[in-house]
C-alpha cells in the first residue's frame, strides 16, 4: 500500500504508458473527450463501486458536516449555527469523557508497544512449532470482540471470576464491583484482552520480524550478540516503520472506539465513569435522536483523526529523510 | 544423562522462550476456556465452582441458546456472504480497470477511493443511520448489506497492487486473440487473484461479525438482530439462566473459529493485510 500512496501521480503515468495494454495510440493525439468516450465501458465498470462510496462515505460525511450547524431529527432540520458545538463544549460530561479517552489512548499505545512486540519476538525466536504457535496466537483474534468483552465482564462482576479468585487464594477485602466501583471501572475495561499478545498487532510485528534477513541476526550471533541485545540494537531499530504505524493506528482506534463501555459499562459508573466522546455520539442518536447533536460530536471527532493522521503522517515522512 | 546435559545447554533457550510463550499463551486462553466451561453449568454449579470443570455438564443450556440465537446466526451468515461477495465482486472489478488500463482521470479517481480508507465508519454513524431511517430499511438486512457492500477501498487497494505486478504478457496475449475487457476480466485477473480475494472476503466477513455498534442501531428487531447484538440482547433482556447465557456466547463466536479452520492460512493472511484499515 505505502507503495501506490508514496509514488507521485506523474511517475504512474510514465509507468502506465508503457505497461497498459489498452493504450492503442498516443495518448496526446486525441482530445480528452475522445479517450473518455473510448473508454467508456471502464467507467461503467467503476460505477458500482462509486455509487457505494458516495451514498455511503462522501454522502454522509457532507451531511454530517452541514447537519452539525443545525437542529436535525428524522423529520425536521432547522439551521442553529455553532449552538451544537457549544452544548458540546459546555456540557461538564465531554471534559470527563476525553480525559477517559486520553487514559484509554494512552494506556493502548503503551500496551501496543510492548506485549504483542514481545510476544512476536519470542515466536520468531522459535526454531521448531512456529507455526503452531502462531496459529495459537491468532485464534483468540477470530473471536469476535463482543464474546471477549461479554466474557471479561462476567469476569468482573460481583460474583464473577475475579472476584472468586481473590476469596480463593483468601483475600475477600479486595473483592468489589469492579465495574461498578468509579476507582477501577475504566482500569477494567482496559485490562480487558491481558496479556495483549493475541491481536492483529501481533501479525505485524512477527511479519516485520520475519523480513529482517537472517544473515544480519547471523552475523551478529557470531559475534557473540546475545538475545535481548539483538532486540534492541538490530531489531527494534529495523522494525520501527511498523511500530510508529501502529501507534498511530492504535491512538486512531481508541479515539473513536466504544463497543468496550458500552457493552461492559455504558459509561457508568455514575454519569461519566467510562464515558467516552463516541459514546456520546451514539447516545445522541439511541436515546435523543438529536441527529444535529450527534453529527456535531462526529464532525469533532473526524477532525481530530484528520489531525492526527497528518501530524503521523508528516513525522513518518521525515523520519524516512532522516 | 551426560546426552541429556548436552541436549539441554543447545535447546536451553528454546525451552525458555517456549515456556515463556506457554505461559502467555496460558493467561490468553483462559477467558475463553472459562466460557466454554460456563456455558455447561447449571446456575448452582455457576455459584458453588464458577472456574474448572463441574460435572454432569448441562448441555441443555445450549439447547436453550440455540433457540434465541439461531435466527441472528443466520442474519449473520446472509448478511456476511451477500455483502462479502458483492463487495468483493465490485472490488475486484474495480481494481483491474485501475490496474491495468489507461483513461481520463484513473489517478484521481483512484486516490477519491484510496481516502476513504483514511475515514473510519464510526464518525458517519450519524448521518448514515439518517440515511437508513429515511428509507425505511432500519429493521431490515437491508440496513446491513448495503453499508457494508461500500466497504471497498481495502481491497481495492490490495488487489489493484497485485494486478499491477501481473506481467504484462499475459494480458498482451488475450488481447491479440481478441478478449474483450470483461473476458480478460473473467478468464485472467480473477483467477489469478482468487487467492488475495479470499484472503479479503475473509477479512470483510470478520469485520462484519466483529460490528456491534452499527447493528445495535438499526438491526435491534428479531427479525435482523445479528449474533453478536443478540448475545448481549439475550444475557441484559431475556435475562436466561448464566449458562445458557454464556452457551450463547460459544454460539455467537462458532462459526468464526470454523472459518478459521477450514481457511487457516487464507484467514491470517487477510488479517495481516487488513491491520492497515485497523
Not at chain 1, 460474583?159 to 465495574?179: E, H, S, V
Not at chain 1, 475495561?189 to 501481533?202: D, E, L, T
Amino acid at each position: 500500500m505505502s507503495r501506490s500512496t508514496g509514488t507521485p501521480a506523474a511517475a504512474l503515468d510514465d509507468k502506465a504508458v508503457s505497461r497498459y495494454t489498452l493504450s492503442h495510440s498516443s495518448p496526446r493525439a486525441e482530445s480528452t473527450l475522445r479517450a473518455m468516450r473510448r473508454n467508456a465501458l471502464l467507467y461503467v465498470l467503476l460505477l458500482p463501486t462509486f455509487l457505494f462510496a458516495i451514498a455511503f462515505y462522501y454522502y454522509p460525511l457532507l451531511s454530517g458536516i452541514y447537519h452539525s450547524f443545525t437542529y436535525w431529527d428524522i423529520k425536521r432540520t432547522v439551521w442553529v449555527g455553532l449552538s451544537n458545538y457549544e452544548r458540546f463544549f459546555r456540557e461538564p460530561a465531554t471534559l470527563a469523557a476525553w480525559r477517559n479517552m486520553a487514559i484509554i489512548v494512552g494506556a493502548e499505545v503503551v500496551i501496543t508497544m510492548t506485549l504483542p512486540l514481545l510476544g512476536a519476538a519470542l515466536v520468531s525466536r522459535i526454531t521448531h512449532w512456529q507455526y503452531g504457535w502462531r496459529v495459537a496466537f491468532v485464534l483468540p483474534i477470530v473471536v469476535p470482540a463482543t464474546v471477549v468483552v461479554f466474557v471479561w465482564r462476567w469476569f468482573y462482576g460481583i460474583d464473577g471470576g475475579f472476584n472468586y479468585l481473590l476469596r480463593l487464594i483468601g483475600q475477600p477485602d479486595l473483592t468489589r464491583a469492579w465495574l461498578g466501583d468509579p476507582a477501577t471501572a475504566l482500569w477494567s475495561i482496559i485490562f480487558v484482552g491481558f496479556p495483549w499478545v493475541a491481536g492483529i498487532n501481533f501479525l505485524i510485528y512477527l511479519a516485520a520480524l520475519q523480513a529482517i534477513p537472517t544473515e544480519i541476526n547471523d552475523a551478529a550471533k557470531v559475534d557473540g550478540c546475545g538475545s535481548l541485545r539483538r532486540f534492541f540494537r538490530i531489531e527494534l531499530p529495523l522494525i520501527r516503520p511498523q511500530l510508529l504505524l501502529l501507534v498511530t493506528l492504535t491512538i486512531i482506534y481508541y479515539l473513536r472506539s466504544f463497543d468496550a463501555p458500552l457493552i461492559m459499562t455504558n459509561g457508568g459508573p455514575g454519569t461519566t465513569g467510562t464515558l467516552v466522546p463516541g459514546l456520546q455520539m451514539y447516545r445522541a442518536i439511541r436515546n435523543e435522536l438529536d441527529l444535529g447533536y450527534g453529527s456535531a460530536i462526529g464532525t469533532v471527532l473526524f477532525s481530530t483523526l484528520v489531525i492526527i493522521s497528518l501530524v503521523s503522517f508528516t513525522l513518518r515522512r521525515s523520519q524516512e529523510r532522516a | 544423562m551426560h546426552q541429556r546435559r548436552h541436549w539441554l545447554h543447545r535447546h536451553g533457550d528454546q525451552v525458555v522462550l517456549h515456556g515463556a510463550l506457554a505461559l502467555l499463551a496460558f493467561l490468553t486462553f483462559v477467558p475463553l476456556v472459562t466460557l466454554l466451561s460456563l456455558s455447561v453449568k447449571d446456575i448452582y454449579q455457576l455459584n458453588v465452582a464458577p472456574m474448572g470443570l463441574t460435572f454432569p455438564m448441562r448441555f441443555e443450556n445450549y439447547a436453550l441458546a440455540w433457540k434465541f440465537m439461531r435466527d441472528p446466526i443466520l442474519h449473520n451468515v446472509i448478511v456476511a456472504s451477500v455483502a462479502t461477495c458483492a463487495s468483493l465482486a465490485m472490488a475486484t472489478l474495480s481494481a483491474f480497470v485501475f490496474a491495468r488500463f489507461r483513461f481520463p482521470g484513473r489517478d484521481g479517481l483512484f486516490y477519491a477511493i484510496l481516502i476513504l480508507l483514511f475515514i473510519p465508519n464510526t464518525v458517519l454513524l450519524v448521518p448514515t443511520y439518517q440515511l437508513i431511517i429515511s428509507q425505511n430499511l432500519h429493521n431490515t438486512l437491508w440496513a446491513l448489506i448495503l453499508p457494508y457492500c461500500a466497504q471497498q477501498a481495502l481491497a481495492i487497494v490490495v488487489l489493484r497492487t497485485f494486478l499491477q505486478e501481473l506481467p504484462e504478457e499475459m494480458f498482451d496475449a488475450a488481447t491479440v486473440d481478441g478478449a474483450s475487457v470483461l473476458q480478460q476480466f473473467r478468464h485472467i485477473a480473477v483467477p489469478l487473484s482468487l487467492p488475495v480475494i479470499g484472503a479479503m472476503a475473509i477479512f470483510q466477513v470478520w469485520l462484519i461479525w466483529n460490528d456491534y455498534a452499527w447493528p445495535s442501531l438499526v438491526a435491534n428487531a428479531p427479525q435482523a438482530r445479528t449474533a453478536t447484538l443478540a448475545l448481549i440482547i439475550f444475557n441484559d433482556f431475556a435475562l436466561p439462566e448464566p449458562g445458557a447465557g454464556m452457551a450463547a456466547g460459544v454460539l455467537a463466536a462458532l462459526p468464526m473459529i470454523l472459518l478459521f479452520f477450514i481457511t487457516m492460512r487464507t484467514f491470517i493472511a487477510g488479517l495481516t493485510a487488513g491491520a492497515v484499515k485497523g
